[in-house]
């Protein structure tokens, strides 16, 4: 197949989760006899941090505006197979509308932020990467959050046919490392700094850290405030690239996995960090939301956290039975959560959706 994406980021894994998703993806979609044409906005926040620069076994597409890469665009959507417009892409509105006009493949839309789409959705307010017929005129919607928000995307959004695409990792890339002596830590989290995200860091990474004064605890990513809560034990390093996630994830006797509240509130939401750290046979502690049992086992393969306490029960637990926690937290990776299992996945919804009931629904319209 050829498929064309309008997405956010794949050339830069600065401050956004999509760019690590999509080289995993774009990487198993090739390794099958794929090829991926991907159009990035060239914005400088990414230009500025950028660690990729050729998509293999594919085409990566830098455009400043969109007036000046639509000729192109036009032309490589004719011919693809199927054609995806991903969420906070820029240009997302005016790739909707040339995919409804000029492609003869299935028009896809992936939301790889579904419950944050919803969120602002419910609140009455819009998204900029959805326009007001909602998802009417794609014949298929891939999903980052199953559950709740399938349904939701067909009732409020009008999406046709909706499937889940969850997150997953390229175990080529995430696997066991050596371990760092600069990314040693009892706790680490790796995530950009988020608000909505810093209460339950507060309850599961912050107060532990204060209450076992000598242990260490790292946190790594971008976007830090300068008034933000650290403590003498809890060590910063600013944003990683994805080549380093491996080492960060092997050197930490345990990792934090925290989910966005409205993600947690849709529930059978696993982020892309959350598959890298088991991948790497990182035991995890995470918080808790509806689905997760189906993802990782709890207490097995992973460990849930309600609260400080029972933060610190899970740092106090022996080495053994953490790496045992690891083993079977990579174990199950390796079986469910691959970019190889995603990209099969892909092709399938491609494959099982007859192209054009969108523009056919748009016409009724």
């Known amino acids: 197949m050829k498929i064309v994406?309008?997405?956010?980021?794949?050339?830069?894994?600065?401050?956004?989760?999509?760019?690590?998703?999509?080289?995993?993806?774009?990487?198993?979609?090739?390794?099958?006899?794929?090829?991926?044409?991907?159009?990035?906005?060239?914005?400088?926040?990414?230009?500025?941090?950028?660690?990729?620069?050729?998509?293999?076994?594919?085409?990566?597409?830098?455009?400043?505006?969109w007036d000046d890469v639509r000729g192109r665009a036009r032309a490589e959507v004719r011919d693809a197979d199927a054609v995806i417009v991903t969420s906070y892409c820029p240009d997302a509105r005016a790739a909707t509308t040339l995919a409804c006009a000029e492609a003869r493949g299935v028009r896809t839309f992936y939301d790889l932020d579904s419950a944050v789409t919803l969120a602002r959705v419910t609140e009455g307010g819009s998204v900029p990467y959805i326009g007001p017929r909602g998802l009417a005129d794609f014949d298929l919607v891939l999903s980052f959050t199953g559950g709740a928000a399938l349904t939701e995307m067909r009732t409020r959004l009008k999406a046709r046919r909706v499937v889940p695409l969850y997150g997953h990792v390229d175990p080529d890339m995430h696997r066991p490392a050596a371990p760092q002596t600069h990314y040693d830590a009892s706790l680490s989290y790796l995530g950009t700094y988020s608000a909505d995200r810093q209460d339950l860091l507060n309850t599961l990474l912050i107060k532990p850290a204060r209450a076992r004064p000598a242990m260490r605890f790292l946190i790594g990513g971008a976007q830090y405030p300068s008034d933000f809560p650290w403590s003498a034990n809890i060590y910063f390093v600013r944003h990683l690239p994805p080549d380093e996630h491996p080492a960060f994830f092997s050197s930490s006797r345990l990792t934090l996995n925290i989910t966005r509240p409205a993600m947690a509130a849709m529930g059978w939401c696993p982020s892309g960090r959350l598959f890298e750290a088991a991948a790497c046979g990182t035991p995890i502690l995470s918080d808790n939301w509806p689905g997760l049992g189906e993802f990782f086992a709890p207490g097995e393969e992973i460990l849930i956290a309600d609260g400080t306490p029972a933060a610190l029960v899970a740092l106090d637990l022996d080495d053994r039975q953490l790496v045992r926690i690891g083993r079977a937290g990579r174990e199950r990776v390796l079986s469910e959560h691959t970019s190889q299992k995603r990209a099969a996945e892909l092709i399938d919804a491609i494959q099982a959706t007859p192209p054009g009931i969108g523009a056919l629904d748009m016409m009724e319209a």
Not at 12 to 39: E, I, K, P
Not at 51 to 57: A, E, F, K, S, Y
Request: hydrophobic share 40%; with cysteine.
């Open 5 to 65: 994406v309008f997405g956010l980021t794949i050339s830069s894994s600065w401050g956004n989760g999509h760019a690590t998703l999509w080289r995993g993806l774009c990487r198993a979609l090739a390794q099958a006899g794929h090829r991926v044409v991907f159009f990035e906005r060239d914005v400088p926040y990414y230009a500025g941090a950028r660690d990729l620069t050729q998509l293999p076994g594919g085409t990566l597409v830098l455009y400043g505006e």
